[in-house]
C-alpha cells in the first residue's frame, strides 16, 4: 500500500500498534485537513477582522495561558485553587520591576516573571502537603491575600523611595529582534505562546506525570498505596500553574503598558475557575473554550444589545446582564453537561462520527 | 484602660459570627460549601435597604420597622428554599466539586440581580438607636456597637441549642453525620436539606442587619462576607461550635494587626490565620476528619 | 457515505466561521447612544464625539454625572443649531475601570464609530490603555475627572488634554487651598488627619499632601492617615486611631462607599471636629448620604468646580433646568457641572475647527482653547502647545445646617497654575 492511500484510510480511532495508541495527536487524513483548515483561518483571522475583534482575541489567548496552569493545577491534578490570580500578579509586578530595576527587555522578564510565579506556586503547594479538598482550595486564598499586600507595599516602596507612581509602566515589548506594536502583531505572538503551552499541557497529560494526577484527583490514598509520590506531584502541579500564571501576567502588563496589584484580585481567580468549568475540567482543549467563553461574553453580550437595538433599555445594565448570563450558562453546563464545552465538542463530533447510530456516548462523562 | 479594643473585638467576632454561621449550618447538612452565602448577604443588605422604612428620630423604633425586619428574614428564607429546591437538589449525586461551583454560579446570579436592580447604589440602612450611646468603665460606646455581639451570639446558641434539642435538629445531625444511613431511617434528606437552606439565609439577613449597622451597604459587602467564610474554615466547616473561639481568635488578630501592627497586613491576617491553624488541624478547630486514612 | 457527512460538517464549520469574521467587521451605524435632537435647528450630518465612562461600577457616582453633564449640554446644543448646523452626537461606552474594556470601547469608538474625538476616560490607572489605542489612531483625547503626568507642561503627549487633576496636583493645590479654608477657625493651625482607601494610589493622595503641607505651611502638622482595605463595610478598626489622635480636621477623600463610611464611623467614634470631603470623589449626592445619618454640622468640601447648590450663578441654574428638562439618572451635581464644561471646552473647539474638520485640526483646535466657564469654576481654562492641562480654581464649600445646602466659605478661588505651582516632580 502506497503511503498516500495509508494517510486517507487512517482512522484516528483504530490503533495498530502501541506507538499510535500512545501518540500526542491521533492523524487522519481528515483531521489534518481540518487543522490545515484551522490554521488558514487563523493567519487569515488579523487580514480580515477589525481591531476590537483581534482584541478580544488578544485577552482570550492570554486568557488561554494563564487558564492552562489552573487547568493543569485543577482539572488534572485536582487540587482546588481559588488563589490564581496570585500567580498572574506575581509576574506582571516582577516584569514590570524588572525593568524599572534593571531595564530588562519583554523577552528576558518573561521566562524570569515565570520563575517568579514557579516560587510562588511552590510556596502555595505547601499547605497541599497537610491539607485536602476545599479546605485546601481556601488556602490559596491565603496565599492570594498575602501576594496582594505584597505587592500594595512593593508598589509603595516605589512610591516612596523612587517616586514613581501609582502603578507601573512598561514599554512596547521587545522580544530582542522585533518589537511588538500592533494589536496584529500581538496577535502572533500570543497565539505562538499559546500553542506552545497547549501542546505542553496535553504532552504533560498523556506523560508519567499526567496519570500521577489522574490517579491522585481520583484517590488520593489509592495513589499513594500504587507508588505515586504524591507529595512531590502535587508540588509540580502547583509551581507549573504558577509559571503558565506568571507568563500571562506578564504578558498582561505589557499588553496594557501598565499594571498594579490591585486588578489581580479574588473576581479573576474565580473567573480562571470558571474558564477551566465551563471548558471542562481536565480537558486541554476545553481550556481554550473556556477561556474564550469567559473572555468574550461580556463583548457578545455587549454586541448583542447593540444590535438588537436594545441599548437605550439595557444598556445602563449591561453588566448586570452579562453576569447574568455567565451565571446562567455555567449553571446550565453543571446541570446538563458536566465535561463543559469539550463534552458538548465530543458529542457533536461523536453525532457525526457515528451516524446513523443514535448512540452517542458510552459513558455520561467522567466524574 | 482602653477598652475600645474589647469592643472592636466583640463587635467583630459578632459580625463574623454570622456570616460564618451561614456556611456552616449548610455545610453541616450537605458538605456543600456555599459559595453563595456574601451574594446572598448583600442581597439581603440591598433588600433592607429599600424596603425597611425610614424612622425619623429617636431610638424606639416602629412596629412597621419590626415587620418589614420579620418579613425580610421570612423572605430570605423562602429564597434560600428556592435556591435548594431549583438549584442545589439537582445537582444531587455530582461530585461536591461540581455543587460547589454550582453554588458560585448561583453567586454570579446574585451579583448580577444587584447589580440591574441597585445599580451602583450605596447608603446606609435607616436603623433605629443610630445615636444611643453609653459610656462603660470611660470608654465611649455606641449601642450599635454590642448589637452585632448580642444578635451573634444569640443567633449562634440559638441554632445550636436547636440543632441538640429539637427532632429536626437532630436529624440534621444524623444527616450531617450519614447521609444514607439517616435516608434508610426515614428521613426525608431532601426536606433537611430545605430546611438548612432556608435557615442558612435567614441567617445571611440578620448578618446583613448586624452588618449594617457598622457600615454602608455596597457592592462591596461580598468581599467582605468572605472573611465570614474564613472563620468557618477556623472552625471547622461542620462544626457550630468550633464557630465561637473562630471568630473571637480571627476578630482579634485583626483588630490587633490593624491597630498596632500594620494597617496593610491587616487584610490578609484572617487568611494568614487560617493557614496557620490548618496546619495544625487540617479540619479547623473542631471539624470532623473527612477522609479515613484506608483504601 | 459517512466520510461525506464528516467532511460535510468541516464545511459547515468553516461557513460559520467565515460568516462570523465577515460579519463582524464594521457596524451598521447603530450607535450606542445617541443624542441627536432632530430638532428644527440641527439637522446636518451628525459630528461624533466619543466618550469613556464608568456607568455600572464603583466609580460610576464620580464619572457617569460628567457624562450626563455633557449630554445635557449637547441635547440643548443640538435643538439651537448645534454646531453650524449641525448636531453633536455623544456615543458613550461603558468602560467601568476595566483595562481590557478600555481598549476595545476606545478601540470600538475610534475605528469603527469613527469619532473625531474621544473625551471622558475614567480612572487614572485605567487611562494607559486608552492613549495607546488614542496615539495608534491620532485622535485627541478630553479627560474629565482624572488625568495623567502625561498632559502636564513643559512637554505633553500632543494628542491628551484634561479638565481634571493627577492626584500629585490635587494634594500641592490643597496645600494652597486649605489656609484659606481652616486658619479662621485655627488660626495657630493643627493637624490634618488623611483617609483614603488602601491602593497604591494612596500615598500621592495623602502622604505627599501631608508631607508638602508641613513644609508649606508649617503651622499643619500632619496627623494620621487611614487606609482601609477595598472590601471593607466596617471602618471602625481603621479609623479609630484617626479619632484617638484628636486631629484637628479629618480629610476623608476615597471612593464614596469608603468616604462616606469612614465619616460616619468617625462620628460615631465620637469626632465632632470638621470633616472635608474631596467634592471630586464625593460630590453633594453622597456628602448628603452622610448628613442624613449623622447630622450636617462641620462638614466642608474642597472643590475645583462650582457646586451645584450655587444656584445664583446662572451656568448652573441653566444645567438644573436642562437636567430637568432632558432628564438624567443621577441627581444633578458638581460631577454633572464638570462634564457640562468639557462639553463647552468641546463644542468651541468643534466651532473653531469649522467646516472640514478632521481629527489633526480638531486637535489643533483644542489645543488653542480659552474659554470662559460662565462661573462654573474660578476662570478661564486655556491650553496651549506647552500646557494640555491650563489653570485649576479652587474653593471650598461648608454645609449650612439651616439652608441645608453647601456653601461657599472662601470668596475668591485660588489658583493652580501646573507650569509652576507644583511642589514636587510628578512621576513620570
Known amino acids: 500500500m502506497s503511503s498516500a492511500t495509508r494517510l486517507l484510510e487512517r482512522s484516528p480511532y483504530l490503533h495498530e500498534d502501541y506507538s499510535s495508541d500512545l501518540a500526542l495527536f491521533p492523524y487522519s487524513a481528515k483531521r489534518i485537513a481540518a487543522i490545515v483548515i484551522l490554521v488558514a483561518a487563523a493567519l487569515a483571522l488579523p487580514m480580515v477582522a477589525t481591531d476590537f475583534i483581534v482584541n478580544v482575541v488578544n485577552f482570550t489567548l492570554i486568557a488561554v495561558i494563564g487558564a492552562i496552569g489552573l487547568q493543569l493545577l485543577t482539572g488534572m491534578a485536582g487540587q482546588l485553587s481559588l488563589g490564581h490570580a496570585a500567580f498572574l500578579g506575581t509576574g506582571a509586578l516582577v516584569s514590570s520591576g524588572l525593568w524599572f530595576h534593571f531595564e530588562l527587555p519583554f523577552w528576558q522578564a518573561v521566562p524570569l516573571a515565570a520563575v517568579a510565579g514557579g516560587l510562588v506556586g511552590l510556596l502555595a503547594g505547601i499547605p497541599a502537603l497537610r491539607l485536602r479538598g476545599l479546605y485546601l482550595g481556601i488556602t490559596t486564598l491565603a496565599v492570594q491575600a498575602i501576594v496582594a499586600v505584597a505587592g500594595l507595599k512593593y508598589q509603595l516602596y516605589l512610591q516612596r523611595r523612587y517616586g514613581t507612581g501609582a502603578d507601573l509602566n512598561v514599554p512596547r515589548p521587545n522580544i530582542g529582534f522585533f518589537t511588538v506594536e500592533t494589536v496584529r502583531q500581538w496577535y502572533f505572538l500570543l497565539a505562538v505562546i499559546a500553542l506552545v503551552g497547549l501542546g505542553f499541557a496535553a504532552n504533560l497529560a498523556r506523560s508519567r506525570l499526567g496519570r500521577d494526577w489522574v490517579a491522585l484527583r481520583r484517590r488520593e490514598v489509592v495513589a499513594e498505596s500504587l507508588g505515586v509520590n504524591v507529595a512531590r506531584q502535587k508540588l509540580v502541579a502547583f509551581v507549573l500553574s504558577g509559571v503558565f500564571g506568571g507568563i500571562a501576567g506578564a504578558l498582561l502588563a505589557y499588553y496594557f503598558r501598565n499594571v498594579s496589584i490591585e486588578d489581580f484580585n479574588l473576581q479573576l481567580s474565580v473567573e480562571y475557575l470558571a474558564m477551566i468549568i465551563v471548558g471542562g475540567l481536565g480537558s486541554v482543549q476545553g481550556t481554550v473554550y473556556g477561556a474564550a467563553f469567559v473572555t468574550a461574553t461580556p463583548f457578545v453580550v455587549g454586541e448583542a444589545v447593540d444590535r438588537l437595538g436594545l441599548t437605550k433599555s439595557l444598556g445602563a445594565n449591561l453588566r448586570g446582564i452579562e453576569l447574568g448570563v455567565f451565571a446562567l450558562a455555567m449553571m446550565a453546563f453543571l446541570l446538563f453537561e458536566s465535561d463543559g464545552l469539550a463534552g458538548v465538542w465530543k458529542r457533536l463530533k461523536a453525532y457525526f462520527v457515528r451516524w446513523p447510530y443514535r448512540y452517542t456516548s458510552l459513558s455520561r462523562g467522567s466524574r | ?295 | 457515505m459517512r466520510s461525506w457527512r464528516s467532511w460535510s460538517a468541516l464545511l459547515v464549520v468553516l461557513a460559520l466561521f467565515a460568516g462570523a469574521c465577515g460579519g463582524s467587521g464594521g457596524s451598521k451605524g447603530a450607535s450606542s447612544d445617541t443624542t441627536a435632537a432632530a430638532g428644527k435647528k440641527a439637522t446636518g450630518e451628525p459630528i461624533r464625539v466619543g466618550w469613556l465612562t464608568d456607568a455600572t461600577s464603583v466609580t460610576r457616582g464620580t464619572y457617569f454625572p460628567e457624562y450626563e453633564g455633557a449630554k445635557l449640554f449637547f441635547s440643548n446644543l443640538n435643538d439651537n443649531g448645534g454646531i453650524d448646523g449641525r448636531p453633536v452626537e455623544l456615543l458613550v461606552e461603558d468602560m467601568k475601570i476595566d483595562p481590557q474594556l478600555a481598549v476595545t470601547a476606545a478601540t470600538k469608538l475610534i475605528k469603527e464609530r469613527n469619532v473625531i474625538m474621544l473625551a471622558g476616560g475614567t480612572i487614572e490607572g485605567r487611562l494607559p490603555p486608552v492613549f495607546e489605542v488614542v496615539r495608534a489612531n491620532g485622535v485627541p483625547f478630553l479627560t474629565g475627572h482624572s488625568a495623567r503626568p502625561d498632559m502636564f507642561p513643559p512637554k505633553p503627549d500632543p494628542l491628551l488634554f484634561t479638565a481634571g487633576n493627577v492626584f500629585e496636583a490635587m494634594s500641592d493645590a490643597r496645600v494652597k487651598l486649605w489656609p484659606k479654608v481652616f486658619d479662621k477657625d485655627f488660626p495657630n493651625g493643627g493637624t490634618s488627619a488623611c483617609y483614603i482607601h488602601e491602593a497604591p494610589a494612596a500615598f500621592a493622595v495623602c502622604n505627599r499632601w501631608l508631607d508638602q503641607q508641613q513644609k508649606a505651611t508649617p503651622q499643619w502638622k500632619p496627623g494620621t492617615i487611614a487606609k482601609a482595605p477595598l472590601q471593607t463595610t466596617d471602618f471602625t478598626n481603621y479609623i479609630r486611631p484617626v479619632v484617638d489622635s484628636k486631629p484637628t480636621v479629618f480629610f476623608d477623600i476615597s471612593i464614596a462607599s469608603h468616604a462616606i463610611g469612614a465619616a460616619v464611623s468617625a462620628r460615631n467614634l465620637g469626632y465632632q471636629g470638621p470633616i472635608a470631603f474631596s467634592m471630586t470623589a464625593t460630590p453633594e449626592t453622597d456628602i448628603n448620604e452622610v448628613i442624613k445619618q449623622v447630622g450636617g454640622q462641620n462638614i466642608y468640601a474642597l472643590s475645583n468646580v462650582t457646586s451645584i447648590d450655587e444656584t445664583q450663578v446662572p451656568e448652573v441654574k441653566k444645567v438644573i433646568d436642562m437636567a430637568k428638562k432632558y432628564g438624567t439618572e443621577i441627581a444633578p451635581n458638581s460631577g454633572t457641572l464638570n462634564g457640562w464644561m468639557m462639553a463647552m471646552i468641546i463644542a468651541d473647539s468643534l466651532k473653531r475647527c469649522g467646516a472640514g474638520c478632521d481629527r489633526t485640526k480638531l486637535r489643533d483646535a483644542v489645543e488653542k482653547t480659552n474659554i470662559d466657564t460662565k462661573g462654573l469654576t474660578g476662570g478661564n481654562i486655556a491650553y496651549g502647545p506647552d500646557d494640555h492641562v491650563g489653570k485649576r480654581y479652587w474653593t471650598a464649600y461648608k454645609y449650612d445646617t439651616s439652608k441645608k445646602t453647601l456653601v461657599r466659605v472662601v470668596k475668591d478661588w485660588i489658583t493652580f497654575d501646573p507650569k509652576t505651582d507644583l511642589l514636587a516632580p510628578l512621576a513620570k
Open chain 2, 1 to 295: 484602660m482602653d477598652l475600645t479594643v474589647f469592643v472592636d473585638i466583640a463587635k467583630l467576632a459578632g459580625i463574623y459570627l454570622g456570616m460564618a454561621l451561614g456556611f456552616v449550618i449548610v455545610y453541616r447538612a450537605s458538605r456543600v460549601l456555599n459559595l453563595a452565602q456574601p451574594g446572598l448577604i448583600m442581597l439581603g443588605a440591598f433588600a433592607t435597604l429599600t424596603y425597611l422604612p425610614k424612622y425619623d428620630s429617636g431610638p424606639r423604633a416602629t412596629p412597621a420597622f419590626w415587620l418589614t425586619a420579620l418579613a425580610l428574614v421570612a423572605g430570605g428564607a423562602v429564597v434560600g428554599l428556592v435556591v435548594y429546591v431549583a438549584l442545589v437538589r439537582p445537582m444531587a449525586g455530582e461530585s461536591r466539586v461540581s455543587i460547589v461551583l454550582m453554588t458560585l454560579a448561583v453567586l454570579f446570579l446574585l451579583e448580577a440581580a444587584v447589580e440591574v436592580h441597585w445599580r451602583g447604589e450605596r447608603g446606609f440602612m435607616s436603623l433605629p438607636g443610630n445615636q444611643v450611646n453609653y459610656t462603660i468603665f470611660g470608654t465611649h460606646v455606641r449601642l450599635f456597637d454590642l448589637v452585632p455581639l448580642v444578635v451573634g451570639l444569640a443567633m449562634w446558641s440559638g441554632v445550636a441549642a436547636f440543632y441538640k434539642w429539637s427532632k429536626a435538629g437532630i436529624r440534621i445531625r444524623a444527616v450531617a453525620e450519614s447521609p444514607a444511613l439517616a435516608a434508610r431511617r426515614g428521613i426525608n434528606i431532601d426536606r433537611i436539606g430545605a430546611l438548612s437552606w432556608a435557615l442558612a439565609v435567614a441567617v445571611a439577613v440578620v448578618s446583613a442587619f448586624t452588618s449594617g449597622t457598622q457600615g454602608p451597604v455596597s457592592g462591596l459587602l461580598v468581599g467582605s462576607a468572605l472573611k465570614g467564610f474564613t472563620v468557618a474554615l477556623v472552625g471547622g466547616l461542620d462544626s457550630i461550635g468550633g464557630l465561637l473561639p473562630a471568630a473571637l481568635i480571627v476578630a482579634a488578630s485583626e483588630v490587633i494587626t490593624v491597630r498596632w501592627v500594620d494597617q496593610q497586613w491587616g487584610e490578609a491576617i484572617p487568611f494568614v490565620v487560617l493557614l496557620v491553624v490548618l496546619m495544625i488541624k487540617p479540619w479547623g478547630l473542631a471539624g470532623t476528619v473527612e477522609e479515613l486514612e484506608r483504601v
